[in-house]
């Protein structure tokens, strides 16, 4: 979390702050500025932060093994990883189920890639 933190102090610093006066000047509200003109500007850093913090929470292995007691609890990857034969390992219970909690990551990094890219590369040039 204070990975995503950091990122969005970067993302609302970089913004010129000349936009918002403008914005105040031209006679629109505090509400509307920040509406209307910061927060699309801020949509491709929040869009990165968003999905990060959704990847690092969703690929959180050691904090759900050890504060997850019961089964009903359990996280995807603890599930997976806790999934045992009687004899020996079922790998391919264990890959298909890997690959169906892979999907919704891989579709909503598909979704979000053009945003993802601008967030991550925003501020990467000073001009």
Excluded: C, H
Excluded at 105 to 119: D, E, H, K, M, T
């Amino acid at each position: 979390m204070p990975l995503a933190i950091w990122f969005l102090v970067t993302v609302f610093r970089q913004m010129p702050r000349e936009i918002e006066e403008a914005a105040l000047m031209d006679g629109a509200s505090r509400i509307a500025t920040f509406t209307r003109v910061v927060l699309p500007l801020a949509a491709p850093g929040l869009a990165t932060t968003a999905l990060l913090t959704f990847l690092f929470s969703w690929n959180e292995f050691l904090f759900a093994l050890t504060f997850t007691l019961r089964p009903d609890r359990q996280t995807v990857p603890v599930a997976i990883a806790l999934f045992r034969g009687q004899y020996q390992v079922p790998w391919g219970e264990v890959l298909a189920a890997a690959l169906v909690a892979t999907l919704p990551v891989a579709l909503l990094v598909l979704l979000a890639q053009r945003r993802l890219v601008s967030g991550l590369t925003a501020g990467g040039v000073k001009g």
